[in-house]
Each structure stands twice: as C-alpha cells, then as structure tokens.
C-alpha cells in the first residue's frame, strides 16, 4: 500500500506565509513526478506546480514568484513553500505523485494525498 500524508496546512493572515509537506509511504520502488494541486469551494481541481526526480519544475501562473516546490528524495517528501499569499489561495492542497510499486503488475500509478486546508484571511 501507498499513502501520501500532507501537513501544514492552516489559518493566515494575506501577505503571510505557509509550508506544506507532503510524504509518500510504502512499498514504493520508484517516486516520478510530484506536484501540487488545489481545489477551492464550487471550483475543479487545478495544478499549482510540478517537480520530477531530479528537480525539475514547473508553475501555474499564478504561483509564479510567490510559490516554490521542492522534494526531498531521501524522505519521499515534496513540499510547497507558499509566500505573499492572497485570499483566492483559499483551498484545499492536495499532493499527487507517480509511483512505481515493488509490486510492478500495473507500472506507475497516480497517488493522492487527503488534502490540507489553507484559508488565507483578511
């Protein structure tokens, strides 16, 4: 079994700041890529960013200049250091990953963690 556990989610004031961390648990032989999503009420699902294994990454405009995603291969952690926040960052953040169980049958699957909760108040 695979699971993804998100933390650091949480209240904060516009302008301030949050770091979540997501780590990935299990019989993983192999971490793709990791990235950030978000979902905010009556809204679909959207990318924040993505970084590959070897840290590559990649941003939604709006995370641009204000968020960064980095990975900790050792710890299977990729986390989202988001600054200047704003009240539309108002969501739920969701980590996905690619991952290679020992158990090969099916390849690489498309992993979800529960989702941390981020409101950015006024």
């Known amino acids: 079994q695979v699971q993804l556990v998100e933390s650091g989610g949480g209240l904060v004031q516009a302008g301030g700041s949050l770091r979540l961390s997501c780590a990935a648990s299990g019989s993983i032989f192999r971490i793709d890529n990791m990235g950030w999503y978000r979902q905010a009420p009556g809204k679909q699902r959207e990318l924040v960013a993505t970084?590959?294994?070897?840290?590559?990454?990649n941003y939604v405009d709006f995370a641009k200049g204000r968020f960064s995603i980095s990975r900790d291969n050792d710890k299977k952690t990729v986390y989202l250091q988001m600054n200047t926040l704003k009240l539309e960052d108002t969501a739920v953040y969701y980590c996905?990953?690619?991952?290679?169980?020992?158990?090969?049958?099916?390849?690489?699957?498309?992993?979800w963690g529960q989702g941390t909760q981020v409101t950015v108040s006024s």
């Open positions: 996905n990953a690619r991952i290679l169980g020992y158990d090969m049958t099916f390849g690489s699957l498309d992993y």
């Open positions: 970084i590959t294994s070897g840290g590559s990454t």
